[in-house]
């Protein structure tokens, strides 16, 4: 059974850092991107970032871009995401989730995601 | 700003059918990207309900189906339990923006 489970949440002042992780079991980690989404509070889904399965290629969203890094450890089975300069709007509910693919096509859909962690960011 | 629109709420009677709209454009939906679309109860993971437009994953039950033509596409729910109250997103991808995209989101509410 698939299993994500993020971790590294908690609360931050503004300009600080934080690295979140997701640790995933139950399938080939190595083979399938990767992608962070978050919800703020009283919010929708925002994706933040996506890895390549051979993390030669990264993408983020236009609120995160030049702050977060996204990365993976294959050997650990482990997603990461580095939170600098934190803002107030970074206050959200961070979500790993598995790239879906049907039949060896991947639609850019998400099929498993994590419970979340909960990042708050404050003075 | 999310550039797919999702009404805000819809509500049924337990048994009835109801229908999500999503409405998106040419640089995204209709530039031929699928949509798919998710359950969500807060505090807990998103669900993925339907991936490819109408595919469902196995253990979606069959109540639940998608559909999508040209810039817009719709989930529907038959047979409304009180189980299926929760919050539902569609999403695809931006090729303007290079971004995955959400809607804005629609709660489901069972009278």
């Known amino acids: ?123 | 700003q999310s550039v797919l629109t999702q009404p805000p709420s819809v509500s049924g009677a337990p048994g009835q059918r109801v229908t999500i709209s999503c409405t998106g454009s040419n640089s995204n939906l209709g530039a031929g990207y699928d949509v798919h679309w998710y359950q969500h109860l807060p505090g807990t993971a998103p669900n993925l309900l339907i991936f490819g437009d109408n595919n469902r994953p196995s253990g979606v039950p069959d109540r639940f189906s998608g559909s999508k033509s040209g810039s817009s596409a719709s989930l529907a729910i038959t047979g409304l339990q009180a189980e299926d109250e929760a919050d539902y997103y569609c999403q695809s991808y931006d090729t303007s923006l290079r971004a995955y995209v959400f809607g804005t989101g629609t709660k489901v509410t069972v009278l």
């Open chain 1, 1 to 123: 059974q698939v299993e994500l489970v993020e971790s590294g949440g908690g609360a931050a002042q503004p300009g600080r850092s934080l690295r979140l992780s997701c640790a995933a079991s139950g399938f080939s980690f190595s083979l399938y991107g990767m992608h962070w989404v978050r919800q703020a509070p009283g919010k929708g889904l925002e994706w933040v970032a996506i890895i390549s399965s051979d993390s030669n290629n990264q993408d983020y969203g236009d609120a995160v871009k030049g702050r977060f890094t996204i990365s993976r450890d294959d050997s650990k089975n482990t997603l990461y995401l580095q939170m600098n300069s934190l803002r107030a709007d970074d206050t959200a509910v961070y979500y790993c989730a598995k790239e879906g693919c049907y039949n060896g096509v991947c639609s850019g859909h998400f099929d498993w995601w994590g419970q979340g962690t909960l990042v708050t960011v404050s003075s």
